[in-house]
């Protein structure tokens, strides 16, 4: 589903992300970690096709990825601390500005859907001004998968929740998940990646340090081996 090879950025003659290369099959759930100034807003920006690589390649659903592969940015869906949504444009005006800019088929329908799956049905109508932060971002993810992408990409997506909404939130990423969906979050909180994840990357220095699977890794465990991991490198 989406294939790095020998990816690398560099931003004013400093190397930003060193050669990295990895798969993703379908319907993984990859969470990356790793401290501040590791790289990993960047790889996430680089995977989304926000920015383009200084070298190596980007495949997704077996076709070469750049930021002007605009036939492939249907494939993606973005979900960030950044909701970008309209706040006082409510939720149906939003997801139809949206959805007109994907060329969503039966849109009308497709909003229904979407803010069914979210637990937004009932706040349809309400300006997003109006919504908590929790229902900003579930409705972002209400944005991002409104056109039936095949990966999702999340960048710190618990930012400013509290524990209900990280609850809410978690389930919707299961059930996104359960549908053979990809997802590659970023994301400082490793519990919630073991909870959700079935496969951990640790970044740090640009570099990846650990990718495994997440079977029978307890969360103590995993703690101790980021903490080996990043040293006394801030999280």
Do not use: W
Not at 40 to 51: D, M, P, Q, R, Y
Not at 137 to 158: G, T
Not at 188 to 214: C, M, P
């Amino acid at each position: 589903m989406l294939v790095a090879e020998q990816l690398e950025k560099s931003i004013g003659g400093k190397r930003i992300i060193h050669p990295i290369s990895f798969k993703v099959t379908r319907g993984e759930f990859v969470t990356v970690l790793g401290p501040n100034g590791a790289g990993k807003s960047t790889l996430f920006k680089l995977l989304s096709l926000a920015t383009q690589p200084s070298k190596g390649k980007i495949f997704i659903n077996g076709s070469k990825a750049t930021t002007l592969s605009s036939n492939l940015r249907k494939e993606i869906g973005v979900i960030s601390h950044h909701t970008f949504l309209y706040d006082n444009l409510s939720a149906l005006e939003n997801l139809k500005f949206y959805g007109q800019a994907y060329q969503v088929c039966d849109l009308d329908k497709r909003i229904k859907e979407v803010l069914r799956f979210v637990g937004l049905q009932l706040y349809i109508h309400d300006p997003v001004r109006t919504y908590s932060r929790g229902m900003q971002q579930r409705l972002s993810i209400a944005r991002a998968i409104l056109h039936n992408p095949s990966i999702l990409f999340l960048d710190e997506p618990y930012t400013g929740l509290d524990q209900h909404a990280i609850q809410i939130l978690n389930s919707v990423l299961q059930s996104l998940n359960k549908d053979n969906r990809t997802i590659f979050m970023i994301t400082h909180n490793y519990e919630e990646a073991l909870t959700l994840s079935n496969r951990l990357i640790v970044l740090t220095k640009g570099k990846v340090v650990y990718d495994a699977d997440t079977s029978g890794i307890k969360a103590e465990d995993f703690r101790r081996i980021y903490l080996e991991l990043v040293g006394s490198e801030k999280s």
